[in-house]
C-alpha cells in the first residue's frame, strides 16, 4: 500500500473521485508496492484500483488506452524507500569519502529498481528468490550487475558479503529469462585482475548475448583510506597491459560472437598512454556512462560540430576547467577551435584534485574548493566552462558543497556548464546558449 499525495486534474484518477491523502492498496487485485508495481500493473486497458481512506475501501475502474498514465503522485519516485547496499566492498568510494560532506553522499544504494529504471549498477547481495522471481515476472531488462569477480569466493572477500558467491547463481535466472545484462568489472590490483580477470571474462562471455557487455575500470582511490584494506594503484606499464589482456579477448569474443563485449574504460587507455578506440569500436556505447568509450564518442561528435560551425563574432577570451587526466584531450580540442577561428582564445586549465587527493584525476570528482585555488589570479577571458558532471543533477553544488555563484564571486568570471558531449562543447565556446 503507498499514499497518494497528488492528483492531476482532468485525469482519469480525478474523474473516478481519487483524493490526495487516498492509499492505494491494489491494481487488478495485485498488491502494490512500489513504482515497478504500478507501473507494470496500469499497463492494462481496463484496470480497477482499491483505495482506502480512513479504513474504508473502495474500487475504481478506469477504461484507457494501454500506456496511458491515470494521473496519480507519490510522496517519491519510488513510492518507496531505497534499498541500501549490505556490502562492505574492499574498494567502496563512498567508505573513502571525508567527514563533513553532504548527508546523501553517504548513502549507499544497491537497488535493483534504480538499475532498472536509472541505469545504476547492484551487486545482487540484496535480492531474495521472491525478488528474482519479480524481475523475471516484469521482465526489468536490462539490468546492471556489478559483478567484479565470477569467483565465488573471491567476490565473498571482495564485497564482505557471504551472499556475495551464491546470488552469481540469479545471473544464470536472468539468462534463461532473456533478461539482458550489463556488467562492470572494478579493478582492484592484487585480487580481481591478472589470470582472475581472464577467468571472469570468459565465465561472462558464455551468457553471451544475455550479456551484453563488460566494463572493465580501475578502482578510485582518494587520500582518505586510513583503516581500509590497502590496494595500490596500477603502475603506467599495468594499466596499458590491463588494456591489452581485455582488447585480446575482446578481439576473440568479436571473431566468435560478432560483438567485443568487454571494454576498458577510458582511464586505463589515458593512463597507460595508448591511443583509444575508434567510435566504431563501442557500438552503441552501452557503458559510456561508465566512462567506457567516453573520449572517442566525445571526439567524433565534436569533429562534426566543428566542421559546420560558424563564428562570425569579434574577439573572444574564454577559459575551461578539468579534471587532470582528461586535461590533453580537452586542451586538444580547444587548439582545434582556435586554429580554424583565428579571433578566439581558449585557455585551458588542469585542476588537481587536492581535496580528495591527486590519485583522484576524472573531471566528475573535482570540487569547486581546488578549482577557486588553482584559476584564482588566473586569465580567464570572459567566461569559464565546466564540465556539468562536476555538479550534483540539480547543477547548483559541487561536492565540496561550494555553489556554482559563490566560485563566480570568487573568480569574478559567470561559471558555465558544458554536457559531455562534442556538440555541446562547440556550441558554448562559440559563445553559444
Given at each position: 500500500m503507498v499514499k497518494i499525495t497528488g492528483v492531476v486534474p482532468g485525469s482519469h484518477a480525478e474523474k473516478c473521485g481519487i483524493t490526495p491523502g487516498d492509499t492505494l492498496v491494489s491494481i487488478n487485485g495485485n498488491a502494490v508496492r512500489d513504482?515497478?508495481?504500478?507501473?507494470?500493473?496500469?499497463?492494462?486497458?481496463?484496470?480497477?484500483?482499491?483505495?482506502?481512506?480512513?479504513?474504508?475501501?473502495?474500487?475504481?475502474?478506469?477504461?484507457?488506452?494501454?500506456?496511458?498514465?491515470?494521473?496519480?503522485?507519490?510522496?517519491?519516485?519510488?513510492?518507496?524507500?531505497?534499498?541500501?547496499?549490505k556490502n562492505k566492498?574492499?574498494?567502496?568510494?563512498?567508505?573513502?569519502?571525508?567527514?563533513?560532506?553532504?548527508?546523501?553522499?553517504?548513502?549507499?544504494?544497491d537497488d535493483s529498481r534504480l538499475s532498472f529504471?536509472?541505469?545504476?549498477?547492484?551487486?545482487?547481495?540484496?535480492?531474495?528468490?521472491?525478488?528474482?522471481?519479480?524481475?523475471?515476472?516484469?521482465?526489468?531488462?536490462?539490468?546492471?550487475?556489478?559483478?567484479?569477480?565470477?569467483?565465488?569466493?573471491?567476490?565473498?572477500?571482495?564485497?564482505?558479503?557471504?551472499?556475495?558467491?551464491?546470488?552469481?547463481?540469479?545471473?544464470?535466472?536472468?539468462?534463461?529469462?532473456?533478461?539482458?545484462?550489463?556488467?562492470?568489472?572494478?579493478?582492484?590490483?592484487?585480487?580481481?585482475?591478472?589470470?582472475?580477470?581472464?577467468?571472469?571474462?570468459?565465465?561472462?562471455?558464455?551468457?553471451?548475448?544475455?550479456?551484453?557487455?563488460?566494463?572493465?575500470?580501475?578502482?578510485?582511490?582518494?587520500?582518505?583510506?586510513?583503516?581500509?584494506?590497502?590496494?595500490?594503484?596500477?603502475t603506467p606499464e599495468e594499466s596499458a597491459a590491463v588494456v591489452r589482456r581485455v582488447e585480446d579477448f575482446a578481439a576473440k569474443c568479436k571473431d566468435y560472437y560478432g560483438e567485443y563485449i568487454f571494454y576498458c574504460g577510458d582511464e586505463f587507455y589515458i593512463e597507460g598512454g595508448l591511443e583509444l578506440p575508434d567510435g566504431k569500436y563501442y557500438g552503441e556505447y552501452k557503458q559510456i556512462e561508465n566512462g567506457v568509450g567516453m573520449v572517442s564518442s566525445m571526439k567524433d561528435e565534436f569533429d562534426d560540430a566543428l566542421a559546420s560551425s560558424v563564428y562570425d563574432g569579434g574577439a573572444r577570451e574564454v577559459s575551461v576547467?578539468?579534471?587532470?587526466?582528461?586535461?590533453?584531450?580537452?586542451?586538444?580540442?580547444?587548439?582545434?577551435?582556435?586554429?580554424?577561428?583565428?579571433?578566439?582564445?581558449?585557455?585551458?586549465?588542469?585542476?588537481?584534485?587536492?581535496?580528495?587527493?591527486?590519485?583522484?584525476?576524472?573531471?566528475?570528482?573535482?570540487?569547486?574548493?581546488?578549482?577557486a585555488a588553482t584559476l584564482k589570479g588566473e586569465r580567464l577571458g570572459e567566461a569559464l566552462y565546466i564540465p556539468s558532471c562536476m555538479l550534483r543533477s540539480e547543477g547548483d553544488l559541487f561536492l565540496c558543497g561550494m555553489s556554482v555563484g559563490e566560485l563566480e564571486r570568487e573568480l569574478g568570471v559567470p561559471v558555465i556548464t558544458v554536457e559531455n558531449d562534442g556538440y555541446d562543447f562547440v556550441e558554448k565556446l562559440l559563445g553559444g546558449n
Open positions: 513504482v515497478l508495481d504500478y507501473r507494470f500493473y496500469i499497463c492494462e486497458e481496463k484496470i480497477a484500483l482499491t483505495v482506502s481512506n480512513g479504513g474504508k475501501e473502495r474500487i475504481c475502474k478506469i477504461d484507457k488506452d494501454e500506456y496511458d498514465d491515470i494521473g496519480l503522485e507519490f510522496e517519491t519516485f519510488l513510492m518507496d524507500k531505497k534499498h541500501s547496499c566492498c574492499v574498494f567502496c568510494f563512498i567508505d573513502q569519502l571525508p567527514k563533513g560532506m553532504r548527508d546523501t553522499l553517504y548513502f549507499k544504494d529504471l536509472q541505469g545504476n549498477y547492484v551487486t545482487l547481495t540484496n535480492l531474495t528468490d521472491a525478488d528474482v522471481d519479480r524481475i523475471i515476472k516484469m521482465h526489468m531488462s536490462p539490468i546492471n550487475i556489478s559483478v567484479h569477480t565470477t569467483d565465488p569466493e573471491l567476490r565473498v572477500r571482495m564485497l564482505n558479503n557471504k551472499r556475495a558467491g551464491e546470488v552469481l547463481g540469479y545471473m544464470k535466472r536472468f539468462a534463461d529469462a532473456n533478461i539482458e545484462m550489463n556488467c562492470q568489472i572494478v579493478l582492484c590490483k592484487g585480487f580481481n585482475d591478472g589470470d582472475e580477470l581472464t577467468k571472469t571474462m570468459h565465465d561472462l562471455a558464455c551468457y553471451y548475448p544475455h550479456v551484453a557487455s563488460v566494463s572493465v575500470v580501475p578502482f578510485g582511490m582518494t587520500k582518505f583510506r586510513d583503516g581500509l584494506c590497502k590496494i595500490e594503484q596500477f576547467a578539468t579534471g587532470s587526466i582528461a586535461y590533453a584531450f580537452i586542451n586538444s580540442l580547444a587548439n582545434q577551435i582556435i586554429q580554424k577561428y583565428k579571433n578566439i582564445n581558449i585557455h585551458v586549465y588542469k585542476i588537481e584534485n587536492d581535496f580528495f587527493g591527486r590519485t583522484v584525476t576524472v573531471s566528475g570528482l573535482v570540487t569547486g574548493r581546488d578549482i
